[in-house]
Each structure stands twice: as C-alpha cells, then as structure tokens.
C-alpha cells in the first residue's frame, strides 16, 4: 500500500515540523513550512489486514508554541476476486448475478421479487422461498444466492411484482445445461424463460453465476 501525506501550514510559520503515523511510526520531518508552505511524504508500506492510521504533524511557532494537527483513514483490505472458472466447476451455483431490464417488462419498477428453491406455487408463495428483495429499478444488478444451502432443484423460479400490481415469473436453469446460461460468452444476454425458452419473462442481463467458492467471470 502506497501512503501519501500532505502537510499544509495555513497559519503562522513553523519550524521543527514531524510527521508520524499510529502505527507506522515516524514518517518525515523535521522541515519548516511558512505560511501556505505544503510538502508531501510518499512511502511503501506492506499491510496484513485493514488498517486504520492516524497521522500527525507536530511543528513549533516563533513563540515557541507547540502546534498540531492529525488526520484518520481507514484503509480497508480486499480480498482478491475468485478466479474464473467453468460453468461445470461452480456447481452447485449458488447466486444469480442478474441486472434487471425494464425494458423488456414494459419499463416497470420491480416492488418486490422472490426467488425460490423450486418452481414458484401461487395457491402457496411461501413454499420453497430463499429469500425476497426490492424495490429493483431499472439497471439495478442483484446477487440472487444461497440457492445451494437451499438444496435448489435444477429449475428455479422468480416470483415478480411489479409497482402498480402486476406480476410475472421468471425460470432459470442452474445445471450448466442450459446453452444460454452457462459459459462467459453469455455474460450480458436476457434470461428468464428457462432452459428450454418456454417458460417464464427474460427480463435479466447476466452478469455472473457464483458457486463452490468460484465465478463464471463476466468482464
């Protein structure tokens, strides 16, 4: 991690001016900054985890009067991104990464979609629900998961309300086996109706499938 420091003097000329770090230690100085006076300290640093670092600048004023001023940030560790993988080697496919296209359901706002471990049964929304989210607006990607600790069946079903109080549903194919869902050269075209094409609204963009702790890798 490259760390940058500035240090401006927007009062009365300093002497004897340090910068240190909680808790990188010493980081430069001493110099003296006159009035609107500003230098930067670059270093390298290797860290092991998130970090939050309070930075100081300590200098003196002509009648000797200590003068400070410190900073905080918090520099946040990141786990790499899994590699890319085959369709195959994310079985089972945890989570549906899709963005929602208005445009293919008439420009409507979603208020609310669920998405179940089955088939979506109307005489009973509740049965084989994972989990519901919304409201879901055009453009707006969502991580639809936990599909494996469900133990989803290969079919799977969005139950879909829209604002104003029409619904739809949307089937999507989680065995690899579906041509249209299942290899990075898919990444970016309409799903929804299935594996066979016949059932259910292509209203999401794929923009990945996630599982066994890997990705298919849409760009």
Not at 82 to 101: F, G, Q, R, S
Not at 108 to 131: G, M
């Amino acid at each position: 991690m490259t760390y940058q420091y500035v240090v401006t003097n927007n009062g009365d000329p300093l002497t004897n001016v340090v910068i240190t770090d909680d808790p990188l230690g010493d980081i430069g100085g001493p110099i003296n900054l006159g009035t609107n006076d500003s230098e930067t300290f670059t270093i390298l640093e290797h860290l092991l985890g998130t970090t939050v670092n309070t930075a100081t600048a300590t200098g003196v004023l002509e009648n000797g009067e200590i003068c400070t001023a410190s900073d905080t940030v918090i520099v946040e560790a990141v786990e790499p991104p899994p590699a890319p993988a085959e369709c195959k080697e994310l079985k089972p496919i945890d989570a549906l990464i899709l963005e929602y296209e208005a445009s293919q359901a008439g420009g409507l706002t979603i208020d609310k979609v669920s998405w179940y471990r089955d088939k979506f049964d109307a005489d009973d929304p509740t049965k084989n629900l994972i989990n519901s989210t919304g409201p879901v607006v055009d453009g707006q990607v969502v991580n639809f998961d936990g599909f494996a600790a469900a133990d989803a069946k290969n079919d799977v079903d969005f139950f879909i309300e829209f604002t104003g109080g029409s619904t739809a549903t949307s089937r999507f194919h989680r065995s690899c086996s579906d041509d249209e869902m299942n290899d990075i050269s898919d990444c970016g075209t309409l799903q929804g109706d299935g594996k066979d094409n016949d059932a259910g609204l292509n209203t999401w963009l794929l923009r990945d499938l996630a599982g066994n702790g890997k990705v298919l890798g849409c760009p």
